[in-house]
T-cell receptor
Framework: EPEVTQTPSHQVTQMGQEVILRCVPISNHLYFYWYRQILGQKVEFLVS????????KSEIFDDQFSVERPDGSNFTLKIRSTKLEDSAMYFC?????????????FGPGTRLTVL | GENVEQHPSTLSVQEGDSAVIKCTYSDSASNYFPWYKQELGKRPQLIIDIRSNVGEKKDQRIAVTLNKTAKHFSLHITETQPEDSAVYFC???????????FGTGTSLTVIP
């Protein structure tokens, strides 16, 4: 069964720098999500994409965040000016290719460390 | 918005015993309730889910029950094994394509 993939697996950056996290979702699905998980805490919703547009975003997803689909298949999450508190695991997710739209399958995640 | 609470935060059981994790939710519009298992340093993996039109669902040693009236749902693991040790998260979602609201997680340790 196809899986969601993410790159890089680990990103280390200096505070104030921009980072771009990439995800290749399960193909042919209109829904797409980004979540983050601070170490030892719960998974938190950031933003959802439907049919190439942001459909919902949380309070966490402020102006420093943006999400794009630059080439029709990959999705990117950009953090413009990273802060120490942005250190977390970032997961992308989307429904299985089996036609169900209610469940979400997670990618392996990118561990972002802001120094 | 939806608020999902999860208890207990940690749970230790002897191998072979049962484990029960409970979650409550606040939004009566929520109609889909997945459970995820997350091993250390890995992605959350869906282990079982239930929709609001069903009261119980079972998959081998894992079962989930849902009480819509009381707005709570539970994960039951029977005959626990050491490989069941992980953090378990419940979640709730009101609509297809909507975000998942996650509980705070339960760290389950199965003692051999």
């Amino acid at each position: 069964e196809p899986e969601v993939t993410q790159t890089p697996s680990h990103q280390v950056t200096q505070m104030g720098q921009e980072v771009i996290l990439r995800c290749v979702p399960i193909s042919n699905h209109l829904y797409f999500y980004w979540y983050r998980q601070i170490l030892g805490q719960k998974v938190e919703f950031l933003v959802s994409f439907y049919n190439n547009e942001i459909s919902e975003k949380s309070e966490i997803f402020d102006d420093q965040f943006s999400v794009e689909r630059p080439d029709g298949s990959n999705f990117t999450l950009k953090i413009r000016s990273t802060k120490l508190e942005d250190s977390a695991m970032y997961f992308c997710a989307n429904p299985t290719a089996g036609g169900r739209t209610d469940t979400q399958y997670f990618g392996p995640g990118t561990r972002l460390t802001v120094l | 918005g939806e608020n999902v609470e999860q208890h207990p935060s940690t749970l230790s059981v002897q191998e072979g015993d049962s484990a029960v994790i409970k979650c409550t939710y606040s939004d009566s519009a929520s109609n889909y309730f997945p459970w995820y298992k997350q091993e250390l340093g890995k992605r959350p993996q869906l282990i079982i889910d239930i929709r609001s039109n069903v009261g119980e669902k079972k998959d081998q040693r894992i079962a989930v029950t849902l009480n819509k009236t009381a707005k709570h749902f539970s994960l039951h693991i029977t005959e626990t094994q050491p490989e069941d040790s992980a953090v378990y998260f419940c979640a709730a979602s009101p609509f297809t394509g909507n975000q998942f609201y996650f509980g705070t997680g339960t760290s389950l340790t199965v003692i051999p």
